[in-house]
């Protein structure tokens, strides 16, 4: 089945600063990846996703990158702010999706 | 567009009893899942229906959980009897659409938070 490892396990940058996390995936028919954020006590909310077909994708400030011959995605935040601390999870499957461990992400005002 | 709904936000049982969740996805999806997620780590699928049938159950602990979804709406999740380990959100998600080259985003519940003393 399909393993999806993430890093790093914690992260911390200074407000206005880049953010990056990065996945990698086990199972080559994996065809999508979809990026989640997690608030404390909150649900995941998905935040961006991208397909097996597209090789990167950007929404404002948030941008992942999918690198199918190696197998691996990412996370690129830009122009972080203090909301955006809290935990990122990436996942990568078809049905169903597998999640990583999580990134804890702290933005220092 | 209404979410996810589930209940009991919270739950506090003794181990060996049994406990029940609940969850109601968003209108119109046809696919429901069941993630546990433990402090600290990623969730885990527990198991995935579409309408009222099982995709995936492999990775349910059958000796002990059991879930349904009667026609192909709420579903309900049980543990019985409950184990100490057994202590996690467990989330309730709903897509549109699963399929290959095809799946649409999942929504997830607020969740039920589980304590097992």
């Known amino acids: 089945g399909e393993n999806v490892e993430q890093h790093p396990s914690t992260l911390s940058v200074q407000e206005g600063d880049s953010a990056v996390i990065k996945c990698t995936y086990s199972?080559?028919?994996?065809?999508?990846f979809p990026w989640y954020k997690q608030e404390l006590g909150k649900r995941p909310q998905l935040i961006i996703d991208?397909?097996?077909?597209?090789g990167e994708k950007k929404d404002q400030r948030i941008a992942v990158t999918l690198n199918k011959t190696a197998k691996h995605f990412s996370l690129h935040i830009t122009e972080t702010q203090p909301e955006d601390s809290a935990v990122y999870f990436c996942?990568?499957?078809?049905?169903?999706?597998?999640f990583g461990k999580g990134t804890r992400l702290s933005v220092i005002a | 567009e209404a979410g996810v709904a589930q209940s009991p936000r919270y739950k506090i049982i003794e181990k060996r009893q049994s406990v029940a969740f609940w969850c109601n996805p968003i209108?119109?999806?046809?696919?429901l899942y069941w993630y546990q997620q433990i402090l600290g780590q990623g969730p885990k699928l527990l198991i995935q229906f579409q309408n009222n049938g099982v995709v995936d159950d492999s990775q349910l602990p059958k000796d002990r959980f059991s879930a349904e979804r009667l026609k192909g709406v709420d579903s309900t999740l049980k543990i019985q009897p409950a184990k100490l380990e057994d202590s996690a959100v467990y989330l309730c998600a709903s897509s549109l659409v699963v399929g290959t080259g095809n799946n649409s985003p999942l929504h997830f519940g607020n969740g039920t938070r589980l304590t097992v003393t």
């Open positions: 199972d080559s028919a994996s065809n999508y």
């Open positions: 991208i397909r097996s077909n597209v």
């Open positions: 996942a990568a499957g078809n049905t169903p999706l597998v």
């Open positions: 209108s119109g999806h046809a696919t």
